[in-house]
């Protein structure tokens, strides 16, 4: 009686055991290629890790085009993260000596002294508006997951030197645009200093110039050093390269009447000194991005260290107008 007990209990085992299997089996099925930890937890009924990463996680905030830490927290609260639906067209690198501007979708835009943001790049001022034009200098180079171009800001306006961020996956704040070469009614003297040299570079221009003796800014006792170095060290401390080309040294007249002069600053080798004559209109023979630019420096006389960043020296030299020729004299 005993042993056919155990024949029924060992049967009906088995028949449980079968069943089990079957229900493994289906159970794989539905769950197709999920991972072992994802099956392992459906099983158990428990979330897997990998599964509250998926739901949970956000992506990191995009930087913005002032990247201003202090805006993104409300930035980000008040706008529900944008989910990407197609890969972000690709940016054109911008060469060197190329105009940039900022776009609409940049209006703001920040200058650092470091490509990135991290503690060892300064912000610059003022941010940038739209359409505000730029020297390329350098770049593109990668950091915090941004492009960046070193870039002289139009000197005539912000007349910043740093490096801007080229955009982000969904936004492009600086794009190429064409330098504006030549204008009929503007002295090739007047033309800015960064279009011209994206147009020109350093090719020889004729003109006519009237200079005024004894106005340059380097006249009357004032030295390169005293320009330069006001802001970064003592001026008996900074020294020059080339102080006629960092800062102009002679006034010409343009045009107008005495009350309403239209004069610029153009730069001369100190060996033409004492040969013009007093707002004489004389034929001339000159450029910018002269060959002496690229020896620029500014820097501590004591400790030889650069005290603005040797690109910065050299790219501010460039823009310089270098006269060569006075009257078909060299």
């Not at 099983?43 to 905030?61: C, K, L, N, Y």
């Not at 890969?87 to 776009?103: L, R, Y």
């Not at 004894?214 to 006001?230: H, I, K, V």
């Not at 730069?267 to 690229?294: C, F, H, K, N, S």
Request: net charge negative.
């Amino acid at each position: 009686m005993l042993r056919g007990i155990d024949q029924r209990v060992l049967q009906a085992a088995s028949v449980v055991l079968l069943l089990l299997v079957v229900a493994l089996v289906v159970a794989s099925g539905l769950l197709g290629s999920a991972s072992p930890a994802t099956v392992a937890s459906a099983m158990s009924g428990m979330p897997s890790q990998a599964s509250v990463q998926g739901e949970s996680a956000t992506p990191a905030p995009r930087p913005t085009p002032s990247d201003d830490p202090a805006s993104e927290p409300a930035r980000q609260a008040a706008t529900p993260v944008p989910q990407r639906t197609a890969p972000p067209a690709p940016v054109d690198v911008i060469p060197p000596d190329s105009i940039a501007a900022v776009t609409s979708a940049g209006d703001g835009l920040r200058v650092r002294s470091e490509p990135g943001v991290g503690e060892g790049s300064r912000k610059l001022e003022p941010l940038l508006p739209r359409d505000t034009r730029m020297f390329v200098v350098d770049g593109p180079v990668a950091a915090d997951g941004l492009d960046w171009y070193q870039v002289l800001v139009n000197p005539r306006d912000q007349n910043l030197f740093g490096w801007v961020a080229a955009g982000n996956d969904a936004e492009q704040w600086i794009e190429r645009v064409d330098p504006e070469c030549y204008d009929t009614d503007t002295h090739v003297v007047l033309i800015p200093a960064i279009e011209y040299v994206a147009c020109f570079g350093g090719e020889p221009i004729h003109t006519t110039l009237a200079f005024i003796e004894g106005l340059g800014p380097l006249s009357e006792g004032n030295t390169a050093e005293g320009f330069l170095c006001g802001e970064l060290a003592e001026p008996d401390r900074c020294q020059a390269t080339n102080d006629w080309l960092q800062v102009p040294n002679y006034q010409v007249y343009l045009g107008g009447d005495e009350s309403s002069w239209i004069t610029a600053e153009v730069a001369m080798p100190w060996e033409w000194d004492g040969i013009l004559r007093d707002l004489v209109p004389v034929p001339v023979t000159g450029g910018r991005d002269a060959p002496e630019a690229r020896e620029c420096r500014v820097v501590d006389r004591e400790t030889g260290r650069d005290l603005i960043p040797r690109a910065e020296a050299i790219t501010r030299c460039r823009m310089a107008f270098v006269v060569r020729e006075v009257d078909g004299q060299r």
